[in-house]
C-alpha cells in the first residue's frame, strides 16, 4: 500500500467528472487500498479518487474516529437513490486546505454502489456518515463544498489563497 499525493484547489482534476468504472481489477483495489491510506494519514473522514488524481467513480469512507461502530466503506460507481430531510453542520476538504463552511445536506440518504470485490450494495445512512457520502460524491461530480458555501466565504478563501501562494 502507498500514500498517495492528495491534489488541492485548483487543480483541474477535481473539476472533472468521474466516469464509472468498468472493470473491478486488481488494480482497482490496489486504488482503494491506496485512497483508505491516504485518506488514514492525512487524516480524513473521506476521500475520492479525483482528490488523488484519478478521475473514476471511487470513494472511500470511514467516520469511525468521529462516532464508533463504522467500518471502512470502499464504494465503486456510488449514487444516491433517496435523500430525507436536512443537517447542517461545518464541513472540510483534503483538497480545499484551511477552509471550512458550514453546509446544508440531506439528513439521510441511500446510496447504491458495488463493493471492491464487484458485488452491489445499497447502503442507509444517517448524520455524519450520510454528510460523508453526499462530500465524496460530490467530488465524483466535479463539485466542491467550495461551490456550495457562500459567495463571501468562497471570495475570501479564493484571496487567501492567492495570498498563500504567492508568500509561498
Ligand atoms: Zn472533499
Known amino acids: 500500500m ?3 499525493q492528495i491534489r488541492k484547489y485548483p487543480d483541474p482534476v477535481l473539476r472533472q467528472k468521474a466516469q464509472p468504472v468498468g472493470d473491478i481489477d486488481e488494480a482497482l483495489r490496489r486504488l482503494i487500498q491506496d485512497m483508505a491510506e491516504t485518506m488514514y494519514a492525512a487524516p480524513g473522514i473521506g476521500l475520492a479518487a479525483p482528490q488523488v488524481g484519478v478521475p473514476k467513480q471511487v470513494i472511500v469512507v470511514d467516520i469511525s474516529t ?3 461502530g463504522h467500518p471502512l466503506i470502499a464504494l465503486i460507481n456510488p449514487e444516491i437513490l433517496e435523500a430525507h430531510g436536512e443537517v447542517e453542520s461545518q464541513e472540510g476538504c483534503l483538497s480545499l486546505p484551511e477552509f471550512t463552511t458550514t453546509l446544508r445536506r440531506a439528513q439521510q440518504v441511500l446510496v ?3 463493493s471492491p470485490e464487484g458485488k452491489p450494495l ?3 445512512a444517517t448524520g455524519l456518515l450520510a454528510i460523508a457520502l453526499q462530500h465524496e460524491i460530490d467530488h465524483l461530480q466535479g463539485t466542491l463544498i467550495l461551490d456550495r458555501a457562500s459567495l463571501l466565504s468562497r471570495e475570501f478563501y479564493k484571496k487567501r489563497l492567492k495570498k498563500l501562494t504567492s508568500a509561498g
Do not use: D
Open 66 to 68: 468521529q462516532e464508533q
Open 122 to 124: 445499497e447502503l442507509e
Open 112 to 114: 447504491r454502489g458495488l
Open 2 to 4: 502507498a500514500v498517495l
